[in-house]
């Protein structure tokens, strides 16, 4: 029985070569992230200090290494924007409705943090999208199934920044979590890709 591919831009290339392709915006989207967090340390990227004023401090004191850290953190956000219309377009197959839920808490959750004014409801949006995007990977076939319980795992452990005490007791093994299961899913989609013969019975 043959299957049908979708044809079209955005249906171009094995989505193997596609999966890979999104492997690779995820590579840069953390590359540039940590080293927003190398340059800028204390007010750049995820290890920027809790309060305002320390940061503001840390800004007087390092003008530019504050502009870098600044820059590499737009840079990061365009890559951000980027993979999850990749991602979307990765899981549509599984279930369109849940990859564009998927897709649309990861940008507001990312629009938020940008914005930082309302950092309070960051989480909330990001607990949304990481268990959307668990449960893609678990019911999709083409990927592993244990990197959805990873994935949904550590998008939940975002809840503990809703408590700022608690957020800084459980900041590095928090961090280790969510670079784990990133990581782990990056790496798979940029070496192995997905197994392409589920994917296009999914697309079909």
């Not at 999104?22 to 920027?48: Q, R």
């Amino acid at each position: 029985m043959s299957i049908a591919v979708p044809t079209g831009r955005l249906g171009t290339g094995s989505p193997r070569t596609r999966a890979r392709i999104t492997g690779i915006v995820y590579l840069l989207f953390f590359l540039t992230a940590i080293l927003g967090s190398i340059v800028a340390p204390g007010i750049s990227g995820p290890g920027s200090a809790a309060d305002a004023a320390t940061i503001a401090t840390n800004i007087m004191a390092h003008p530019a290494a504050f502009r870098i850290g600044w820059a590499l953190d737009l840079v990061s956000t365009a890559f951000y924007v980027a993979l999850m219309a990749l991602l979307y377009l990765l899981f549509r197959p599984v279930s369109r409705m849940f990859a564009l839920l998927a897709a649309f808490f990861g940008l507001v959750g990312c629009a938020v943090t940008a914005v930082g004014t309302l950092f309070l409801l960051g989480p909330l949006l990001i607990l949304g999208a990481a268990p959307l995007l668990g449960y893609l990977i678990f019911e999709s076939g083409f990927l592993p199934r244990i990197l959805g319980p990873l994935v949904a795992l550590a998008g939940l452990d975002w809840l503990t920044f809703l408590s700022p005490p608690l957020a800084n007791q459980l900041l590095t093994p928090l961090e280790v979590l969510g670079i784990v299961a990133e990581g782990a899913l990056m790496l798979w989609l940029l070496v192995r890709g997905v197994d392409s013969r589920r994917w296009l019975e999914l697309a079909a």
